[in-house]
């Protein structure tokens, strides 16, 4: 059983930064993706952005330039590093792995609060 834990969240001024960690134990099969998600209080869950096993990644338009997601496959950790924060990205922030030839396995963390204060 995989399970993902993020760490990083917290309180930041606007224009400010945060780097959000979300480590995975367990057996983790290729290929697979892994996304960072957020919702805000009253909002639908939405896609932050997403790293493949390739290294390729995509971001919403909305953090795009602002937002990077990378990987330390040896760690089975993924980061969010977060600059130049608005009111608007503040929302809980969670990891999602999705795993398998079919990406038949699919997990999800806990989640992590991250506020930014204008």
């Known amino acids: 059983q995989v399970q993902l834990v993020e760490s990083g969240g917290g309180l930041v001024q606007a224009g400010g930064s945060l780097r959000l960690s979300c480590a995975a134990s367990?057996?983790?099969?290729?290929?697979?993706?892994m996304r960072w998600y957020r919702q805000a209080p009253g909002k639908q869950r939405e896609l932050v952005a997403a790293i493949f096993s390739g290294g390729s990644t995509n971001y919403a338009d909305s953090v795009k330039g602002r937002f990077t997601i990378s990987r330390d496959n040896a760690k089975n950790t993924v980061y969010l590093h977060m600059n130049s924060l608005k009111p608007e990205d503040t929302a809980v922030y969670y990891c999602?792995?999705?795993?398998?030839?079919?990406?038949?396995?699919?997990?999800w963390g806990q989640g992590t609060q991250v506020t930014v204060s204008s």
């Open positions: 367990g057996s983790i099969f290729s290929p697979n993706a």
């Open positions: 999602r792995l999705r795993a398998g030839t079919l990406y038949e396995y699919d997990y």
